[in-house]
């Protein structure tokens, strides 16, 4: 006995099929089981389901065995790499209280800046011999002497360098370079605490500005530890630089291609494989038209009339040339009952075939002429 289907059931099949030729691994899904082992029997070979262990380079954010279309680019950034460093001299950062600052806003007479030198010649002494705390002590006095001094604050962050305390040292150079910004000793000083926490592209910045201002040894000793390090960071920025920049590119592309392929879907299921769809309205046939040119497909424009002898005539063969080319998309037009359409095509007489491929007219017949049109469809639907 043979079962007629609704056509809405018909629709939904396939749509359906049109998802499976998408995303095969559907089939996998356990409530499609009975589906897929009927496929088996008829002799269907089903594509493995993908696999979801991870065989990609740890630590790197990539699958090196997936796809660009495979790849998620909904996870998290990448889990950067660590570098690795020459941190032998990294120190903890010093928490003490802030050191004593000079108040900017005394007048700094004669005789205070007098004091002001005496006591930085005692801690240049204390310095000397190895009494850096007093040096701290001597040169805080000097300080609160003359504080608009750029040397001495530089001076005793040299000396909060020499006994390990960066974030002092960083505070009193913000303090030099804020009176000098030309202070070579300031810049000296902070790239060699901020080398002390580990900061080393910004202390291979300062160090460098340093030795343009006044070279010395010490600088070009301590930039052979800092650049390379420095170096090491900023190659390791760069090029994860690049691979954001590159998974946002393929990111983008996998998003147009899901689009696109979305977008063949709906216009494939508004198609149906096989059959002549009747275009009522313009508005219908420009979305046919549409649909289309999206999947790159030849359409062919049927203009017909109840009254005319040809058109019946015509008529059962272009419904069998629809089933016999289902990537063809086979419409069929009334005039008596889509005027506006027949009016925006220049419908003079029926029948009237219009083929057309990306919206653009390729070919045209007029008539019922059989052997024609069949020979046109298979010359265009290549």
């Given amino acids: 006995m043979e079962m007629e289907m609704e056509s809405e059931k018909i629709d939904e099949l396939r749509h359906f099929i049109h998802q499976c030729r998408s995303d095969p691994s559907i089939l996998h899904d356990p409530s499609l089981a009975f589906f897929k082992s009927y496929l ?60 004593k600052m000079g108040n900017p806003s005394i007048e700094v007479t004669e005789e205070k800046q007098e004091a002001a030198q005496m006591a930085k010649s005692k801690a240049v002494n204390a310095m000397s011999e190895g009494n850096l705390d ?49 202070s070579a000793k300031g810049y000296k000083a902070r790239g060699m605490a901020r080398a002390m926490l580990g900061k080393w592209e910004e202390a291979a910045s300062d160090l460098h500005v340093a030795s343009n201002i006044d070279h010395d040894e010490e600088i070009s000793m301590v930039l052979k530890k800092v650049e390379p390090n420095a170096r090491k960071l900023d190659e390791h920025r760069r090029k994860y630089q690049r691979l954001r920049k590159e998974k946002e590119r393929k990111k983008a592309e996998r998003e147009r291609q899901r689009q696109h392929a979305a977008e063949e879907l709906d216009a494939s299921t508004a198609l149906k494989d096989g059959q002549v769809i009747g275009i009522h309205s313009r508005a219908e046939l420009e979305s046919k038209l549409n649909a289309a040119s999206r999947t790159s497909r030849l359409a062919i424009l049927y203009f017909t009339a109840t009254w005319c002898g040809p058109c019946r005539f015509i008529s059962p063969l272009f419904t069998s040339l629809a089933a016999k080319y289902p990537n063809v998309v086979f419409l069929k037009v009334d005039i008596d009952e889509a005027r506006d359409v027949a009016a925006s095509w220049n419908i003079s007489s029926v029948p009237a075939f219009f083929f057309v491929r990306d919206g653009k007219e390729v070919d045209k017949l007029v008539g019922a002429d059989k052997g024609s049109l069949e020979r046109k469809i298979a010359q265009h639907a290549g």
Avoid at 68 to 90: A, R, T
Wanted: glycine content about 4%; cysteine-free.
């Fill in 40 to 99: 088996q029997s008829l002799g269907a070979r089903i594509p493995p389901a993908a696999k979801s262990e991870n065989h990609g380079m740890s630590g790197s954010g990539f699958n090196a065995n997936k796809t660009d279309l495979e790849m998620d680019y909904d996870d998290d950034d990448f889990v950067e790499s660590d570098v690795e460093l020459d941190e032998s001299d990294i120190v903890a950062p010093d928490d003490d209280p802030p050191q």
């Fill in 134 to 182: 007093e040096a701290i002590d001597h040169l805080t006095e000097a300080i609160t002497l003359n504080p608009g001094s750029a040397i001495l604050y530089a001076t005793r962050a040299s000396v909060f360098v020499k006994l390990k305390k960066p974030n002092a040292a960083i505070h009193d150079t913000e303090a030099a370079l804020q009176i000098n910004p030309d």
